[in-house]
């Protein structure tokens, strides 16, 4: 039996084209590739990175898709199906629609596929796939499995060494998938298997792919003191809540953080409200970034523009925040109804949702009418508000000559840089 696992690409939003970047590896089919019997030969793509062989001669292919990636999901799925292979849908977009992406594949995998794949495979040797398979119950505790790192492309990603710690997030913003593919639920990792596998890696360079690796202090004291003695360097996503500890923010540096990814999201105490991120507390957002950046973190900090509270103003008053906070690095993005999620239901019921294409939920494309500004003037401003972030002098504005880690930080920003030439009526 050959199995072929796929993460297909995205497209560039204005151009089409297929993106041939990816900042890391798909961990989830590396997984799956651990988990399934060692007398299946085994395959894998990153489109992202690499051409899909169309003509490859496999049994059964499994895609895992997002969003804005499921419209190039389908049209894999077609072309292995006409040249006879069964394929196989998972991940956050199936999950959400399984009746929809069910129309595209054999079987639909409902959430996470631990429990259920070797299941699956056993299934389809004996001709007796199901349509649907879904998670069960979910354990307090993860038994995560090392991936098939050997299968992963090996170069192209800004680090290959990926590894997930939690899963979940504790808090549920209406705008975020986390909680509809996790549930409402925060689980760990074992945290000797995580050093016992770093150390096996040799690993230098680690991108910890949590949805909050600091939603609990005191897990996250415990994780961060044994990373200590392996000397590696580390990022991670995490809320801004984690200022709130000094301790915490302390183990982070000496066990190698060199930044984090906080979602900020809004400068309106309204829109966080409405959106159900209560942790965010904007009146505190400027003694929490000057905390994280007192202890040598980098922030990457998101914003969200399209909020019910926004007008024209946000794009200015927004990137004259970011700037005057020195923030090494941000993404914005534009509101998108996600299906599955609160957000996605409201906006249904309020009729406000116009385009219903599926690979424009890439959070660069307006996809419902917002409330104080036209689609047409909200796109204009998240080109703006990126182009001007990330404008040369911008950049070195941010960053000085003098920054912990500069290096890593210059790529980053050089990266978003290129990323934003594509908004091609803005000067750069």
Known sequence: MKLKL??????????????????????????????????????LTDENLQEIDFQEKVD??????????????????????????????????????????????????????EDYWPELIEDFKGGQLKKFYRAGERKKFLTIPRPKRSLFPPKGYLTSITMQTTRGCPFACDFCSVTTFFGRTYRFCPIPGIISELRDLKAKLVAFVDDNIGGNFKRA???????????????SQASINISQDDELLELARKSGCIGLFIGLESLSTQNLEAVGKKV???????????????????????????????????????????????????????????????????????????DRNWAHYDIGHVVFEPKHMSPATLRQG???????????????????????NLEFLLALNFAYRRGVRHFSHMPV
């Open 6 to 43: 796929i993460a297909p690409a995205w497209r560039e939003s204005r151009t089409g084209k297929i993106k041939r970047f990816s900042f890391f590896p798909p961990l989830s089919l590396g997984i799956l590739a651990s988990l399934t019997p060692d007398d299946v030969e085994i395959s």
């Open 60 to 113: 059964l292919v499994a895609i895992t898709t997002m969003t804005a990636a499921a419209p190039r999901s389908y049209e894999i799925a077609e072309k292995f199906r006409a040249n006879g292979a069964r394929v196989v849908l998972g991940g956050i977009h199936p999950s959400a629609v399984p009746e929809e992406a069910v129309n595209y594949a054999d079987a639909v995998c409902i959430g996470e596929a």
């Open 221 to 235: 004291k415990e994780l961060f003191s044994e990373l200590i003695p392996l000397k590696l360097k580390w990022y």
């Open 280 to 354: 965010n507390v904007v009146e505190k957002f400027e003694q929490a970034i000057e905390k994280i950046h007192y202890y040598g973190l980098a922030i990457q900090g998101a914003f969200i523009f399209g909020l019910d509270e926004d007008d024209k103003s946000v794009f200015k008053q927004t990137v004259e925040f970011a700037k005057k906070m020195k923030l090494e690095a941000v993404q914005f993005g534009i509101l998108t109804p996600f299906p599955g999620t609160p957000l996605y239901a409201q906006m249904e019921k309020e009729g406000r949702i116009f």
């Open 382 to 404: 998240f080109e703006w508000a990126w182009t001007e972030f990330y404008s040369v002098r911008s950049i070195l504005q941010r960053l000085g000559l003098l920054r912990r």
